[in-house]
């Protein structure tokens, strides 16, 4: 069954992403509110695609030193667990360096463009909760 954007806030309005609503001071501004397509034929193949740099590098700062890699796992494991995976839903990459290194660990989401530093797996919660389902953009983890 394919999914469209406007079934996802309702497949994951589970208690977890309700105790999420309650922490949601960070969040502003509605990205390509998926409400507001009419025309499945226009959709993408995935609604979000988010991709964090993992890239490691000897004697250099980078998104690896971190701990990219622990918290996109986890990142792609809630994705999955909330039923947000695949087609039309999310999609959860990997990269390697974005050439933003010096602000890492860093993650883009698209196709809104969208840059994010995170610290810790609730910044991690907050990205998939306010941005990749609902399209508003934590400001406070933007970079
Ligand atoms: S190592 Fe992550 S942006 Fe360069």
């Not at 994705?79 to 390697?96: D, E, F, M, S």
């Not at 010096?102 to 810790?120: C, K």
């Amino acid at each position: 069954m394919r999914h469209t954007p406007a079934d996802i806030p309702n497949a994951v309005m589970g208690s977890e992403m309700r105790d999420l609503d309650a922490e949601n001071p960070g969040a502003t501004g509605i990205i390509g509110c998926p409400a507001t397509r009419s025309n499945s034929e226009e959709m993408p193949y995935y609604q979000r695609h988010i991709f964090f740099c993992i890239n490691e590098r000897e004697h250099r700062i980078c998104c690896q030193d971190h701990g990219a890699s622990e918290l996109r796992d986890y990142a792609k494991a809630r994705v999955k667990a909330l039923g947000l995976a695949g087609q039309g839903k999310i999609r959860v990459n990997t990269a390697g360096c974005l050439d933003r290194c010096s602000e890492g660990p860093v993650a883009v989401v698209y196709p809104d463009g969208v840059w994010y530093s995170y610290e810790t797996r609730a910044d991690i919660d907050k990205i998939i909760k306010e941005h990749l389902v609902h399209g508003r953009v934590v400001e406070r983890l933007r970079i």
